[in-house]
């Protein structure tokens, strides 16, 4: 389903939508149906969508963070201390991570032969939310079939590191305690609208759980994510991506909001020409301070075939401006360990006075295997590259031997950071392999260890 975000805001604020269980597809029903609908609800709503915004930005200036979510007490690899210990998960799937030596940091990997992700698991993003009553962690990624359609999945876990999972449309579960819990499937190509710039591919880029004072219950999930249609870009087809956004009251039942661009996306690929002519893919999001969202992403330079990142700005995360100067992070310099590219920006906020961005980083003597960097900012806008990768692709014979990219890092205690990354393989080049996890070194922000 695709609507206008003014009518949705409106319908979404008023009433409550819900999920009846009998039917895994069942999505929220509002639907705009008139002019006169659009009109009258418009206003109200995108003043209720600033609200969600100032409530969160303002806490983002000083944590890395949404609203509710906190920093994970522990840094052991069973997990955070459980001090609000999370529901222990009974029936379902688990994740078809090895044991062996050679996926020691695999903790989630392809699912099974049939499933919507048999072929390829990659962009982790994955959060940790802890409250009074339960604490849990929730990755939502993007998996292949094995006829390479992509859709966006969900996986939840008590500790971060043992995932449960379903294999097609969401599956709901009884755990232990009694409760519900639904994993799988969640958003898949738009077969609803022909003429939307999603209806042959989707792919997960951020998702933020955003809380505002005008909405009964609390908050919001914004899962920001980039699709494509069967356009032929320079030969390939479905290489034009661009960006999109779904809201959801519980992070499992999705419904698109209609971007100001003709095909439903938040904003276009630059004009001919621009260095990201070609695409915007992967769509991370940094809350930095009361009415600055920033949308940093990657593009692939038509003329040069080179990644680079840049950044698009917004107040109500619905109208965008692509930052002025072009790319924001470029490849680096001639014989750096990221000379022939970078991409997949996640960008975080350390108080008030740095900015930490992880990257895949692309080198010109080894180009085809990625590796994890990060640079470091004042401003946000401006970057310090380090002298060299924080987590470079596994050994060979290992499950990520093909490369490392995708990082997505989740705060730990003690100053450390917990970093999921999507692993590849040389034999499956085009869609990871799965989701491996490093945790920094102490004393050391940004050099990484797998876990064993």
């Known amino acids: ?255 698109r909001v209609e971007g100001d661009h003709h095909t439903g996306a938040l904003f276009d690929v630059g004009e001919a020409g621009a260095w990201d002519a070609r695409c915007i893919r992967d769509p991370k999001v940094l809350l930095a301070g009361p009415s600055d969202i920033r949308l940093y992403y990657t593009s692939i330079d038509p003329s040069t075939g080179v990644r680079s990142i840049g950044l698009a700005r917004t107040k109500d995360g619905f109208n965008y401006t692509k930052h002025a100067g072009g790319a924001v992070f470029g490849p680096g310099p001639a014989g750096a360990f990221d000379d022939a590219g970078v991409a997949s920006p996640c960008v975080v906020r350390l108080g008030r006075e740095e900015f930490i961005m992880f990257y895949e980083a692309y080198s010109s003597q080894n180009p085809d295997v990625a590796t994890i960097a990060v640079a470091t900012s004042k401003d946000g806008v401006k970057w310090t590259r380090a002298s060299g990768p924080a987590l470079a692709s596994g050994a060979p014979g290992a499950w990520d031997a093909g490369g490392v990219g995708k990082p997505y890092a989740v705060p730990m205690a003690g100053d450390r950071i917990r970093l999921y990354y999507e692993g590849r393989n040389a034999s499956n080049p085009l869609h990871g392999a799965g989701v491996g996890v490093a945790l920094s070194v102490e004393g050391d922000r940004f050099a990484f260890t797998r876990r064993e």
């Open 1 to 255: 389903m695709r609507i206008d975000p003014s009518v949705y805001l409106s319908i979404f604020i008023h009433t409550s939508t819900t999920r009846d269980d009998d039917d895994a597809r069942a999505r929220p029903s509002a639907r705009a149906t008139t002019d006169e609908r659009r009109r009258g609800a418009r206003t109200d709503a995108r003043a209720h969508a600033r609200g969600w915004t100032m409530a969160s930005t303002a806490h983002a200036t000083s944590s890395w963070m949404t609203t509710t979510t906190r920093s994970v007490k522990g840094t052991s690899w069973s997990g955070a201390t459980r001090a609000r210990r999370g529901p222990r998960l009974g029936r379902g799937v688990k994740s078809s991570a090895s044991s062996s030596v050679s996926s020691a940091s695999l903790v989630f990997g392809t699912g099974s032969s049939d499933a919507f992700d048999a072929r390829g698991v990659s962009s982790p993003v994955v959060k940790y939310f802890a409250s009074d009553d339960e604490s849990r962690w929730m990755m939502w990624y993007t998996g292949a079939s094995a006829d390479d359609a992509t859709a966006i999945g969900l996986a939840t876990s008590v500790d971060g590191i043992e995932w449960q999972r379903g294999g097609s449309f969401t599956e709901t579960f009884r755990n232990d305690a009694e409760q519900s819990i639904s994993v799988g499937k969640v958003l898949w190509p738009n077969d609803e609208d022909w003429w939307t710039f999603d209806t042959a591919g989707v792919s997960v880029g951020d998702v933020q759980l955003i809380s505002s004072d005008s909405i009964s219950g609390g908050s919001v999930y914004w899962m920001f994510y980039h699709g494509n249609d069967r356009e032929v870009v320079d030969g390939i087809e479905g290489a034009r991506t661009r960006p999109g956004l779904c809201l959801s009251q519980d992070g499992r039942n999705w419904a």
